[in-house]
């Protein structure tokens, strides 16, 4: 060891030795005052801009002083699934999980509780033999609660609700849909369930069933990425391997040295690098992004919403198109807890913002990615935007023509008007927190 | 909010991430500024924070991103290493304060950004070189070659003695001076 090596060392030493954190009650309860602080300071910013918005309209209407009436909700509509034509009953439950049917606990975070609710404890179809919502596409929509699954056929007018194992994560789970069947698969090590179209909720099957940690979805219908970790590797993941929803691996992998990001939307992966966002796949990887200051607002199959600083610490919403590579600034600047969805079109991305306030209402932001614009619709009824859902409390039908929401009920949202609908009457009252989308199958 | 689990994090990572920050801030004080703020950041974003698979890598993250910007603002660090001026015997100083070995961290604080960051993530920080690697977003050759060019760079500083009787405020006036 020369001489440069002993000093390293010893200065290594030393910092190791003498660098202690200040206790972490006092680091929380700075943090806690800053909340504080910065909650007041919106209420007197929402103060001031009602002041200036009333002020002048008082003025106005010659300062007479009249009862409003309070205008609808914006989750006012109620759209009811018409449940007098045709009910079919399959009891039972899952052979291969004793857990099926029964209530089961909602992970952390999960909005609603659980405990009121009438447990889902046989499948149920409900034929009305009409197009809900007035849907005639032909894709189809599932939601997740933590006692059960519903497909919701909008086409034929049909939903089918069969009960789930509850998934006992504190981490959450990821939902994903293929051509015949959905799982949910936990982040961690809590076992998740595979629900066949034309059956009960079977355990994960093959490469699915073991591991845990981020389960995107893969360039196929019914393809998702896995996580692999070399065995003592402490920073984790070292490659990420197709597979099929039925657990049988593909022979496609993508090396990888850490955890990925996000889904990049088009059925391969985001991952940070150092100062820069990378599109990752098998035969290498593209950076999309450069800056140390960037983070991920939303995905979709066309690109990507992006909220880089400047330097001065200004921060726009930036959309990235996938194909052109060109750069679309938008009026947006929103930095959300969790990514977005930009819908299948690249029409619209939407972005959900908690209340400051920790109430149940959100925001949700629909981005216009073509004009730039910003439109904020306030969610009475909202998902939880502090459950670990990995985006997929919102899901874009196929023809980006309707956003759907999980946030408890099941939320149809039209992306042009920002009008909000509640399906209700779905059997089972149940409390819905994820939801997916995918074509109808073939005939 | 879990507290528990946050305090946790905070109090097993803050050594590691100053050490790692310093490879931007090369200014202990500044690296534990730079540190508290990013967990106060983390705390105000905790529910994000419990969705990623590595809570460190992106407190971590957020701290170097945090340490870029001020060093932006600030000037480089070797100004903010030479405002510690009047220091000459490189010991603890009366505060109690950390003093690291002055004459290295200059050397170091003087490489160039990538040789720098290697420096101080693989022999201050202790990371293998593939971590290094992966953190800088280079490929493990790179990094070597890095470290090689940073020793020989960092020998050279510290054989070269300064000019009998410059002080370290002698020259932070002139970097002034100048900048």
């Known amino acids: ?443 | 909010m879990d507290d528990a689990w946050f305090a946790q994090l905070y109090e097993a990572s803050y050594r590691r991430l100053v050490v790692i920050v310093l490879s931007v801030s090369s200014d202990v004080g500044v690296a534990e500024e730079v540190v508290q703020e990013a967990f106060l950041r983390a705390y105000a974003r905790q529910s994000r924070l419990r969705t990623v698979h590595n809570p460190e890598a992106w407190v971590c993250t957020v701290a170097l991103n945090i340490a870029r910007r001020r060093r932006r603002r600030h000037g480089i660090a070797m100004r903010a290493l030479l405002r510690r001026a009047g220091d000459p015997t490189r010991a603890e100083r009366p505060d109690g304060s950390i003093v690291v070995d002055d004459e290295l961290m200059d050397a170091i604080a003087a490489l160039p950004d990538g040789q720098r960051e290697a420096v101080v993530l693989h022999y201050l920080a202790d990371l293998p070189l593939a971590e290094v690697a992966v953190r800088t977003g280079v490929a493990e050759g790179t990094v070597k070659s890095r470290l090689a060019r940073a020793r020989s760079t960092m020998q050279q500083a510290l054989q070269d003695r300064r000019p009998h009787g410059v002080t370290n405020a002698d020259l932070l006036q002139e970097a002034e001076d100048h900048g």
């Open chain 1, 1 to 443: 060891m020369d001489e440069l090596d002993r000093r390293l060392a010893a200065s290594r030493d030393r910092l190791r030795d003498r660098v202690t954190p200040p206790p972490a009650d006092h680091l929380i309860a700075r943090a806690r005052r800053r909340r504080t602080q910065r909650r007041a300071q919106v209420a007197v910013v929402g103060l001031v801009a009602v002041l200036a918005v009333a002020v002048p309209i008082a003025s106005l209407i010659g300062g007479q002083h009249r009862a409003v009436p309070a205008g609808p909700p914006s989750t006012g509509q109620v759209v009811t699934v018409p449940t007098t034509v045709t009910v079919t009953t399959t009891r039972g439950p899952s052979p291969s999980n004793p857990q099926s049917g029964q209530s089961a606990p909602a992970s952390s975070g999960a909005s609603g509780t659980v405990a009121s609710l009438a447990p889902v404890t046989a499948a149920t179809t409900i034929d009305a033999g009409q197009p809900i919502l007035g849907i005639r596409g032909g894709y189809e929509l599932f939601a997740r609660s933590p006692q059960a699954v519903a497909r919701i056929q909008f086409a034929p007018g049909r939903v089918t609700v069969k009960p789930a194992p509850g998934i006992q994560s504190g981490a959450g789970a990821f939902f994903l849909v293929g051509p015949h069947a959905v799982i949910a698969r936990a982040w961690d090590l809590v076992p998740g369930f595979l629900m066949p179209d034309d059956g009960l909720a079977t355990e994960l099957p093959g490469a699915l069933s073991g591991g845990g940690g981020n389960t995107f979805p893969g360039p196929e219908l019914g393809q998702v990425w896995v996580e692999e970790t070399a065995n003592g590797a402490e920073s984790g993941v070292d490659k990420l391997l197709l597979v099929g929803l039925d657990g049988k691996k593909t022979s496609v992998t993508i090396p990888m040295s850490g955890p990925p990001l996000a889904p990049d939307g088009d059925g391969y992966v985001l991952v940070r690098g150092a100062n820069c966002l990378y599109d990752v796949r098998p035969d290498g990887r593209t950076c999309i992004a450069s800056g140390a200051e960037l983070d991920l607002v939303a995905v979709g199959p066309t690109g990507w919403l992006l909220r880089p600083c400047a330097k001065n610490e200004h921060c726009t919403d930036v959309y990235i198109d996938r194909r052109t590579g060109q750069h679309h600034q938008t009026s947006a600047d929103i930095n959300p807890q969790q990514w977005g969805v930009i819908s299948p079109d690249g029409a619209h991305a939407a972005v959900l913002v908690p209340s400051p306030d920790g109430s149940d209402a959100s925001t949700l932001h629909l981005i216009d990615l073509r004009a730039g614009t910003d439109r904020t619709v306030t969610l009475a009824s909202s998902p939880d935007p502090s459950a670990p859902s990995y985006g997929s409390n919102m899901a874009w039908s196929p023809d980006g023509q309707w956003l759907f929401l999980a946030a408890g009920q099941i939320i149809a949202v039209d992306p042009t008007t920002g009008h909000s609908q509640a399906v209700t009457g779905i059997p089972g009252d149940v409390d819905y927190i994820q939801v997916a989308t995918r074509p109808a199958p073939a005939r």
